[in-house]
């Protein structure tokens, strides 16, 4: 079972996501580079999500040394405020009269009292929406690589950058998307913007469809000339939050990021307005 987190906060372009736990302080931050960083097994035998972190972190992970422990053993470890942990967690969010969940790839330092609502965040991601009828892991495994190297770039923004968040890490970066490609997922795609001729008419960059396997090897292998699109969206439930941001596979760095209400207007997809606001 994944750990229960309650959020408390308005969504916001955040940490990658607000939680109604401390955001890690600049003495944190800096301490977290001294950590041991212990990856938590997700307890469920059905979820492939512990094949494909582990195999992400060999891939990807060089700010801290790591090691895999079970959620037993992070109990204890959790106890010790110069240890880091990254787990995979189920986020409650109450906004007005709605009510969801989310998963997120939590990264945080551990806290005296062992509880994780005290533990210092780090920069926390959104996976995707739980439903109760769906919750699709493969919305976002082939991600994870990229998000670990957002954690790390994010981190160290923050070391060299003190009290930073990710608005001041896109506005520091996002002419750093020229002459990038942007490895896009079809299906995430609106109508009006699901092919190459179309998009064309409002985005001047390159732009490539490709399959989620091409997008995990492309961070795996640090490409230097892919942007890949982080969408988070709750599919037909309107009133309902579609978060969407840019990433450098090679080490992390968010270029854009946004948040649109679904509605019958604007579908959960990656929007011509999207496009208009990175050409």
Known sequence: ??????????????????????????????RFKSSTTYLVNYDDPFSSFNTYIVEDMQKVWTIT????????????????????????????KTEGD?????NLLNIVLGSKSGSMNNMPDLGSAPLSYVWEDDD?????????????????????????????????????NKSKIEGKELWLIQSDMDTDVNTIEKIEKVYSGKVKFVTPEDIRQAVHEANSNVVFLHKVGPGSHNGYKCMKFLVLAS???????????????????????DFKAIN
């Open 136 to 172: 699709n892991e493969d919305q976002y495994l082939y991600k994870m690589a990229g998000i670990l190297r957002f954690f790390q770039y994010y981190i160290q923004y923050n070391i060299a950058n003190p009290g930073s968040d990710i608005k001041d890490v896109v506005k520091a």
């Open 98 to 102: 709605i009510t969801f969940n989310l």
């Open 1 to 30: 079972m994944k750990p229960l987190i309650f959020i408390g906060l308005m969504l916001q372009a955040l940490v990658f996501f607000a939680q109604d736990i401390p955001v890690a302080t600049s003495e944190q931050f800096q």
């Open 251 to 273: 080490d992390g760095c968010p270029l854009y990021y946004e948040m649109t209400g679904v509605s019958s207007g604007k579908p959960d997809a990656f929007l011509s307005s």
């Open 65 to 92: 040394p790591y090691k895999v422990i079970t959620s037993s053993e992070f109990e204890s470890l959790g106890k010790n405020k110069d240890n880091s942990f990254i787990f995979l967690s189920e986020a409650g």
